[in-house]
């Protein structure tokens, strides 16, 4: 994992921020993630050592202008912003498929023998300090887009692998205004966490919006961007 046999790892680096504006917010510099860092407090007036992270974020939606996407950016955008790394996987664009149950994982010197671009994630969920899944409700479920992801994370315990620790947040979204449609994606991944160690450090789960743009009503993205926030503060 990051930092190990001794060495300095990308997670074990402080960051600084490059600028601070005049109304005390950072400026943030894109792939820049590697310089030191502090974060401003406006409140304080006091500038905090940030340790900056790697965060994984991994999407479920086909609908590239879509309620979740949007989401996506705000929480992006702000993690950013706060000096952390961020590699984004789309599941919806990537070639990924279902877990064929064989336990042959990391037998063949990739995370699973069946060689789709699951393998380009996994070595990035194993790396990272926190992950974080963005999706839509799909009939009451979790989507397959994403599902496929999720599935097949269970090649790390067939194998041993330790992937205890990480943060791990989760931003959803359904088209009906009852709250309780999105247990359906809450209830299995907060299990699953559960059951991979992960320490869940919060949820954004808006209901009521169906077409694209609908977002912008309610307030998905600033709890997206607050999310970005708390991981930072965990």
């Given at each position: 994992g990051p930092?190990?046999?001794?060495?300095?790892?990308r997670s074990d680096r402080l960051y600084r921020l490059p600028a601070v504006a005049e109304d005390g917010r950072p400026v943030a510099m894109r792939g820049q993630g590697l310089q030191p860092k502090f974060r401003y407090d406006p409140k304080t007036k006091i500038k905090q050592e940030v340790r900056a992270m790697n965060i994984v974020v991994i999407t479920g939606s086909p609908?590239?202008?879509?309620?979740s996407f949007a989401m996506t950016k705000a929480f992006i955008d702000k993690?950013?912003?706060?000096g952390?790394?961020?590699?984004?996987?789309?599941?919806?664009?990537?070639?990924?498929?279902g877990c064929h149950a064989c336990q042959t994982c990391f037998k063949t010197g990739k995370a699973c023998s069946f060689d789709d671009d699951f393998n380009l994630i996994a070595p990035a969920i194993q790396e990272a300090d926190a992950v974080v899944y963005t999706l839509p409700v799909y009939w009451y479920s979790i989507p397959a887009?994403?599902?496929?992801?999720?599935?097949?994370?269970?090649?790390?315990?067939?194998?041993?692998?330790?992937?205890?620790?990480?943060?791990f947040g989760l931003i959803a979204c359904c088209e009906e205004n009852d709250?309780?449609?999105?247990?359906?994606?809450?209830?299995?991944?907060?299990?699953?966490?559960?059951?991979?160690?992960?320490?869940l450090v919060g949820e954004?789960?808006?209901?009521?919006?169906?077409?694209?743009?609908?977002?912008?009503?309610?307030?998905?993205?600033?709890q997206a961007e607050e999310l970005a926030l708390k991981l930072t503060n965990a």
């Open positions: 930092g190990a046999g001794g060495k300095l790892g609908r590239k202008q879509g309620n993690a950013e912003a706060c952390h790394t961020v590699r984004r996987f789309d599941a919806a664009f990537m070639h990924i498929g887009q994403i599902k496929g992801v999720i599935d097949r994370i269970y090649s790390f315990c067939v194998a041993g692998k330790d992937i205890s620790g990480k943060k709250p309780s449609v999105l247990d359906g994606v809450r209830i299995p991944l907060e299990r699953s966490t559960a059951l991979l160690k992960w320490d954004v789960l808006i209901p009521g919006v169906l077409n694209e743009g609908e977002i912008d009503k309610t307030d998905g993205c600033r």
